[in-house]
C-alpha cells in the first residue's frame, strides 16, 4: 500500500520560514521515484504547481515562489523536502505532496495546510 506522509506546515508571520517534507512508503526500491513535487490549493483556487524536482536533482519552480522556495530529496529516504522563506500571505494554501514512479503511476499526499499572517 502506497503511503505519502508529510510533516511540517503551520501558522507564521509573513517574512517567517517553515519547512515541510513527504516520505513515500509502499513504492518499492529507491530507483522507483522519478518525479517529486508539492502543489498548494488555496480556497477558491485550482491546485498549482509549486516545485519540482527530478531524481536526478534537476529543479523547476513557479514563478511566484523563485528565490523564496528551495525544493530538494533524499533518494534513499525516499523523501521530499520544501524549504520555505520569505513567507507571504498569498502563499497560504493547503499544500500536497506529489509523487510519480517509473511506471507513471502518481500518488498524492493528504496535504498539510499552511497559513501565513499578515
Known amino acids: 500500500q502506497v503511503q505519502l506522509v508529510e510533516s511540517g506546515g503551520g501558522l507564521v508571520q509573513a517574512g517567517g520560514s517553515l519547512s515541510l517534507s513527504c516520505t513515500a512508503s509502499?513504492?518499492?526500491?529507491?530507483?522507483?521515484?522519478?518525479?517529486m513535487a508539492w502543489y498548494r490549493q488555496a480556497p477558491g483556487k485550482q491546485r498549482e504547481l509549486v516545485a519540482a524536482?527530478?531524481?536526478?536533482?534537476?529543479?523547476n519552480y513557479a514563478d511566484s515562489v523563485k528565490g523564496r522556495f528551495t525544493i530538494s530529496r533524499d533518494n534513499a529516504k525516499k523523501t521530499v523536502y520544501l524549504q520555505m522563506n520569505s513567507l507571504k500571505p498569498e502563499d497560504t494554501a493547503v499544500y500536497y505532496c506529489?509523487?510519480?514512479?517509473?511506471?507513471?503511476?502518481?500518488?498524492w499526499g493528504q496535504g498539510t495546510q499552511v497559513t501565513v499572517s499578515s
Open positions: 506529489n509523487v510519480e514512479t517509473i511506471t507513471t503511476n502518481v500518488y
Open positions: 509502499g513504492i518499492g526500491g529507491v530507483f522507483s521515484i522519478s518525479l
Open positions: 524536482i527530478t531524481r536526478g536533482g534537476s529543479t
